[in-house]
């Protein structure tokens, strides 16, 4: 079997920042990795229009995908208008149509920022919505009738929107991943500026990898880690699938 994993992301940089070390265990593991991000990244940037900024965040994007190996599905909408609207989930149903996934990695649903909840959202619909016959995509693609698994990704800082910690049902090991996890991130010039403008972010890359060790830490078992909460099974797969665990072995604990 062809086996795929999608990660959806809602800006240029989130699948780097908070998915790509699992990403790539999966693809080690025999998964065809895919790279679908939803949002554009029109609004990163003090200085520059908006035309200029989505030229340079694709271009960005792009190269991260290439680096991962990992094939890239363009945005499909501009920054914060990741909303949850028919338009804009007959676009994303499209693409997991055309990417039939057997894994769905995505955001959590309970992020700081409304972009990245809305686009856990629509990924979760866009998979239900896959076999639908009568729910028609944009650009109109056949349904699919795989399984799909999801999983969602910790919060970006790790937290929810009150500040009360997010914490995993299982912690995938990274260690071996984190450097090429970090490169890939590097990519994202345009964004590690803005960030660090925006938010005072002092080291763009330094906070994923903290990140990446903290949860490690949590794991009591690994040195770096990702975290992951898998949804229900209910429309989606059977009862007992979690191919996440059965393709990384060793690689993966329970919380």
Known sequence: MNRRVLAIGAHPDDVEFMMAGTLLMLARAGYEPHIF????????SATDDRDAVVRARLSEAQAAAAMLGAQ??????????VLYSLPLLRKMAAVVRQARPHIILTHSP???ME????????????AFSRGMRNFITDPE??????????????????????GKPVTPDLYVNIADALEMKRKALGCHASQKRWLDESQ???SYLQAMEDMSR???????????????????????????SDPLCAALGEDVCSA
């Open 37 to 44: 991000v939803v949002a554009s990244g029109s609004c990163g």
């Open 72 to 81: 890239f599905h363009r945005p499909v909408t501009d920054d914060l208008e």
């Open 110 to 112: 309970n992020e700081y």
């Open 115 to 126: 972009d990245h909840s809305n686009t856990c959202r629509l990924a979760v619909t866009a």
């Open 141 to 162: 693609t056949p349904p699919v009738n795989n399984s799909v698994t999801l999983y969602h990704a910790l919060p970006y800082g790790l937290c929810d929107p009150f």
């Open 200 to 202: 005072g972010l002092d």
């Open 214 to 240: 903290e949860v490690g830490e949590w794991s009591e078992r690994y040195a770096a880690a990702e975290g992951w909460r898998r949804h229900s099974h209910l429309g989606f797969c059977d009862l007992g």
